[in-house]
């Protein structure tokens, strides 16, 4: 069975500050794919990223960056120079193969980041 | 450019009532599903659809039903309300990733039905 742990429930920071958001995953599946989502008090959930298991390269989308890590099963998101804006719940989530990559996508259960002026 | 379109936003039934939350995408995605996100527990998969006439069961089915007539539309049916039901649910939509292709696999959801179950 497919299990994203996201440790963290709550985070806060000062605005600039750096903040990283773990998430360590669990499946029997050679071929896998991980997702981070955003929430924003607004309610609506927006797509951040997609990483395939076979593509470990770490990303980075101007404040935003990921590290993938096979060996310790971790897909961490880190912002950089935090803002007011990023204040969100962040859900890391994980889908197999099985069928079509994004399907019975598995969520964890949300960090919820406070970013205070 | 509606994207995933969900009805009705809010929703207050009594235990025993039926209801049915529609759901509908003009985006050709080939997959929907539904999701319920309750406090604490993140998003929890109920029943999906890989295509029209094709379901299947998510993480928490029990006392949800689905049918996927048409591409477009992927409506939730609650048989018999029961208060632990009361959550938010959305409807999500995408084309079917595919190993090999560029797809991002982005779900697109709607902006979610609020449901309370006295």
């Known amino acids: 069975a497919q299990k994203v742990t996201q440790a963290q429930t709550e985070i806060s920071v000062v605005e600039k500050e750096d903040v990283t958001l773990d998430c360590v995953y669990e499946?029997?599946?050679?071929?896998?794919?991980l997702f981070w989502y955003k929430q924003p008090p607004s309610g609506e959930l927006v797509f951040l990223i997609r990483?395939?298991?076979?593509?470990?390269q770490n990303e980075i989308s101007g404040r935003y960056s990921w590290n993938f890590q096979k060996s310790t099963s971790s897909f961490n998101f880190t912002i950089t120079a935090s803002q007011v804006v990023d204040s969100a719940v962040y859900f890391c989530?994980?889908?197999?193969?099985?069928?079509?990559?994004?399907?019975?996508?598995?969520f964890g259960k949300g960090i919820t980041l406070s970013v205070r002026p | 450019n509606a994207g995933v379109t969900q009805t009705p936003k809010f929703q207050v039934l009594k235990t025993g009532q039926s209801m049915t939350l529609q759901c509908a995408q003009d985006?050709?995605?080939?997959?929907m599903s539904w999701y319920r996100q309750d406090p604490g527990m993140g998003l929890r998969l109920i029943h999906y659809?890989?295509?029209?006439?094709?379901?299947d069961q998510g993480e928490v089915p029990n006392g949800y039903n689905v049918s996927r007539s048409t591409t477009e539309d992927f409506p939730l049916r609650l048989l018999s309300a029961a208060p632990s039901q009361t959550s938010v649910y959305f409807c999500?939509?995408?084309?079917?990733?595919?190993?090999?292709?560029?797809?991002?696999?982005?779900?697109?959801f709607g902006e979610g039905s609020r449901l309370t179950v006295l």
């Open positions: 990483r395939n298991s076979f593509d470990e």
């Open positions: 989530a994980l889908s197999d193969s099985n069928t079509g990559a994004n399907s019975k996508l598995t």
């Open positions: 659809s890989v295509g029209a006439g094709i379901t």
């Open positions: 499946t029997r599946d050679t071929t896998y794919y």
């Open positions: 999500a939509s995408s084309y079917l990733v595919l190993a090999g292709l560029q797809n991002t696999g982005e779900l697109f």
């Open positions: 985006m050709n995605h080939e997959y």
